[in-house]
Structures are given as C-alpha cells and as structure tokens.
C-alpha cells in the first residue's frame, strides 16, 4: 500500500485538534475490521444456532472472535480517548486470540474439530486476522501518540 | 444458479477494486466513474440474488441454504455502504474502504460459488 514518506497522513478534527483512529487511513481499518466483525458474528451465528453440539469449544471461541472485532471496530470508529483505550484493549486481545489459537491449532490440529477465524492463524482468511491486530495496534498507539504531542 | 454469471460478477467486483485501488495509489478520493462503476456492479449483484434464490428454490440438491442466502444479501448491501461510507471520507482512504468492499463482494461470489459446488 503506497504511503508518504512519514506514514499516511491523517486530517485532524477542526474543533478539538485531536486526531481519531477513524478518519484517513483509519477509514478504511475501520472498513476492514467491519468486514470482520460482521463475518465473523454471521459465521458464529450460524455455528451456535444450527451446529452447536458438534464442536461447542470452537464455537464458543468463533463467538468469542466476533465480539472482539465488534468492540474494536466500533471503539476504533468513535473518537475520544475513552474509545482509544477500549480499542487497544480489544486489539490487544485480539492479537492474544490469534497467536493463541493459531498456536494450538498448529501444534495439535485434532483439537478444534471446526475451524474458527483465529485457526492456523487465519489461514482461511487469506492470514488477514493475523496481521489485522498489528496494523491496528499500530495505528491505534500513532493516534495516541500524536494526540499526546497536540494536548 | 448459472456459474459463469457469478464468475462474471466475482470478475467486475475485482475490476472496480482494481479501479479504485488504482485512484488509492494516485492519492485521489471516490471519483465519478467509481461511483459509476460500483452502481454497474449492484444492478449485476441485484440479478444475481434474484437468480440465486431462484435457483435455491428449485434446486434439490442439498445447500446450506441459510447460508447461501445470507451471502447473497449481504453482496447487495456491501456496495452501497462501501461507497457512502467511502465518500464521506475526502481522502484517498475513502477510495480505500471502496476497495475493501470490492474485494469483500470478490470474495463472497466466489464462496457462493463454493457452496453451490458443494465444496463449503
């Protein structure tokens, strides 16, 4: 993704100054994180209502995953340092989740008998969930820091 | 559902993505022919949840049809929201999230594909 020598540029918010992990490259995580949690609650929607007794551990988890992308992705939409801390705490967890689960699922395959997105760190998903909570942490601890330099 | 239809739709999804990823790259926001472009995109992605429930219906082969359909709905919902979400967003990122959706809808033609070939 092509960027400008000092990272994406990100417009600040004329009133207050602060800039906010949902406006310019933030948009489109946002976007990205959105594709996710929605996937991720219709799939473990479907999991619990329809499979549940085939693989309650997985499913659990897939219920788990999407919670998580739902709290990141609202807390990295909204502004406010409220939302900045929710949002790190969501991704932190997030990127637990997957080099946890991806882990396991390495080491011991037989464990989960159904997928969940974190599985192989995420190798259905094109590796996506794995490098979604480090870009996101990234850009959640750059607006952080930048808000601090403009208090 | 007739394969090559939804190809055909996986392939324009992929060509408006290609198209704003394109304006991305030239730091420009959603332009008028993108606009364009993912309307093209939606009238196609309108026939083919039409066709597909079609097909669903009289079909009598085993499909996860909740599934099948949940897809199909939700590839007529991403444009729109992909570019309204898009154009609020006077910056090249906005052309950014029109690729994210872009490609989302790339991805769930071919899934539909998937389910339909009994490979899900």
Redesign the interface.
């Known amino acids: 993704?092509?960027e400008s020598p000092d990272g994406?540029?990100t417009?600040k918010t004329p009133e207050t100054g602060r800039v906010h992990t949902g406006?310019?490259?933030?948009?489109?995580l946002v976007?990205?994180y959105a594709?996710f949690a929605?996937s991720a609650t219709?799939r473990s929607g479907?999991q619990l209502v329809?499979y549940f007794d085939d693989a309650p551990v997985a499913y659990l988890l897939s219920a788990f995953a999407a919670v998580v992308y739902i709290v990141a992705t609202i807390a990295l939409a909204r502004r406010g340092p409220v939302a900045e801390k929710v949002a790190s705490v969501a991704i932190g967890v997030e990127l637990v989740g997957v080099l946890v689960v991806g882990t396991v699922t390495v080491l011991d395959p037989e464990l989960f008998p159904d997928a969940t997105v974190w599985s192989g760190f995420g190798e259905g998903y094109g590796y996506i969930p794995l490098l979604l909570p480090i870009v996101g942490m990234w850009w959640v601890v750059r607006t952080h820091r930048l808000n601090r330099r403009t208090v | 559902m007739a394969l090559w239809f939804a190809w055909f739709v996986a392939l324009a999804a992929v060509a408006v993505a290609g198209y704003a990823a394109y304006l991305?790259?030239r730091n420009r926001p959603v332009d008028n022919p993108l606009f364009y472009a993912a309307s093209a995109l939606e009238l196609l992605l309108v026939v083919q949840t039409v066709a597909g429930c079609v097909a669903l219906a009289s079909t009598d082969r085993d499909i996860e049809g909740?599934?099948f359909v949940?897809y199909l709905l939700?590839c007529v919902l991403i444009p729109p929201a992909?570019v309204l979400?898009?154009v609020s967003?006077k910056?090249r990122?906005?052309t950014?999230?029109v690729?994210?959706?872009m490609l989302?809808v790339a991805v769930l033609v071919a899934r539909l594909v998937q389910l339909w070939s009994g490979h899900a």
Do not use: N, Q
Request: glycine fraction near 18%; aromatic fraction near 8%.
């Open positions: 993704m092509p994406p540029e417009p406006s310019g490259f933030g948009r489109m976007a990205v594709v929605i219709a479907v329809l | 991305l790259a909740v599934t949940g939700t992909a979400w898009g967003e910056s990122w906005g950014g999230v690729v994210v959706g989302t």
